[in-house]
């Protein structure tokens, strides 16, 4: 079946130093999504990306799509301690959407 | 607009005891799923309807039952709890979704259900 992998499985950076999640699928993907989950509370859908090479922004936010459709990231630019949380990538294949694992940030001021 | 509502948020069972989660949303929305998310795991899929009538198994479907009667409720039972479904239970609804076809699917999440099974 489709697996998506997600790295790293967890960050701690200072506050204004910036971070990077990455996802590769192990099938092409129509698309892919990104979600944010604080702690105790549920994931909320950030973005999601359909063309091959898409680049989109969000403040500080940098979402990637790779051009051959596995592979995704998401760069933050100058952490910040709102930023805590864990950020997923969800890779829709034919059927089914498939989460990776998320990648846990922690801000230290 | 509630968006997805899920009942009850905190839950202890006893090994063997039956039970139903009850998520509902109120977006018309005909796609939707119930994941388990347990630490390192990530989200797992474990059932999945894209409209009323129909349901499929994702991913951990195993002790879970799930029917969808309505468009808005799309409940999951447990069966005979065992304490390897101890976990938090995510319902999520999405837009209708074209199958092979790149498509706005945003999945919209429940608060959740924390279940203990003792």
């Known amino acids: 079946g489709q697996q998506v992998m997600q790295i790293p499985q967890y960050q701690h950076v200072q506050e204004g130093e910036d971070f990077t999640t990455y996802c590769n699928s192990s099938t092409t993907l129509s698309n892919i999504q990104w979600y944010k989950q604080r702690p105790g509370g549920h994931p909320v859908f950030l973005i999601q990306l359909v063309k091959s090479g898409e680049v989109k922004k969000q403040k500080r936010l940098t979402f990637q799509f790779g051009e051959a459709k596995k592979n995704s990231s998401l760069h933050i630019t100058a952490t910040q301690t709102t930023d805590v949380g864990t950020y997923f990538c969800a890779g829709r294949g034919y059927s089914t959407l498939t989460f990776g694992k998320g990648t846990m940030l922690l801000v230290s001021p | 607009n509630a968006g997805v509502t899920q009942t009850p948020k905190f839950q202890v069972l006893k090994t063997g005891q039956s039970m139903t989660l009850q998520c509902a949303q109120d977006m018309n929305h005909e796609y939707m799923s119930w994941y388990r998310q347990d630490p390192g795991m990530g989200l797992r899929l474990i059932h999945y309807s894209v409209g009323a009538g129909i349901t499929d198994q994702g991913e951990v479907p195993n002790g879970y039952n799930v029917s969808r009667s309505t468009t808005e409720d799309f409940p999951l039972r447990l069966l005979s709890a065992a304490p390897s479904q101890t976990s938090v239970y995510f319902c999520?609804?999405?837009?209708?979704?074209?199958?092979?076809?790149?498509?706005?699917?945003?999945?919209?999440f429940g608060p959740g259900t924390r279940l203990t099974v003792l």
């Open positions: 999520a609804s999405s837009y209708t979704r074209l199958a092979g076809v790149a498509s706005t699917d945003t999945q919209y």
